[in-house]
């Protein structure tokens, strides 16, 4: 019995140790499709969810990789009109970010990423007649945002990505088809 209680005590010393120092983080975001493109006028955030490794400390700077995985759905089957379709959109982004910390106001994390977006579109149905059918769209990204430390280990964000996808020969290249801006609210957990 002893020796249970002398475990858990030294876990939950270890855990509580680890908090705002940890290298690793988890986070939960729901995304919201912004601006007047094909994402930003017709399809709705579902969830995002990601993982930061910060794996260096330059003087005020962490410098780590992440991964964040999303879903976006567009579904236009309610209207059984000339445009019957569902796409739901898997989102892929692996990332390299750099986090200021600043000593004055050290609850507050500005953070910058830069990486790479996989836009895997999974269609069903048809549009004006014609069968729709499953792509796949990538690009470069770019990332900022905030986080908030609520608890030394909880903490809330707000974050936008831009992402310029490339173009196939088929697919007109205007910013239209091209520019994806999603805005992501969500909370944290330093482990």
């Not at 895997?120 to 770019?142: E, K, L, Q, R």
């Amino acid at each position: 019995m002893k020796q249970k209680l002398l475990l858990a005590l030294l876990l939950i010393f270890s855990i509580k140790s680890l908090s705002q120092d940890s290298k690793l983080s988890i986070e939960m975001n729901f995304p919201i499709p912004i601006d007047q493109n094909f994402i930003g006028k017709s399809y709705n955030g579902i969830i995002d969810v990601g993982a930061k490794y910060r794996f260096a400390e330059i003087t005020n700077f962490n410098i780590g990789t992440s991964i964040n995985g999303g879903i976006l759905v567009n579904n236009t089957n309610k209207n059984n009109g000339i445009q019957d379709f569902k796409v739901t959109s898997y989102l892929i982004q692996p990332k390299v970010f750099a986090e200021l910390k600043i000593e004055s106001i050290s609850k507050f994390h500005p953070f910058v990423g830069f990486g790479y977006t996989f836009m895997i579109f999974d269609a069903s149905g048809t549009n004006n007649g014609f069968d729709v059918s499953d792509s796949t769209h990538s690009g470069i990204n770019a990332n900022f945002g905030i986080a908030y430390d609520i608890t030394n280990r909880i903490f809330a964000e707000i974050q936008y990505d831009y992402v310029k996808l490339k173009v196939d020969n088929e697919t007109p290249n205007t910013t239209f088809n091209t520019n994806v801006n999603l805005l992501k609210i969500g909370l944290g957990f330093r482990l």
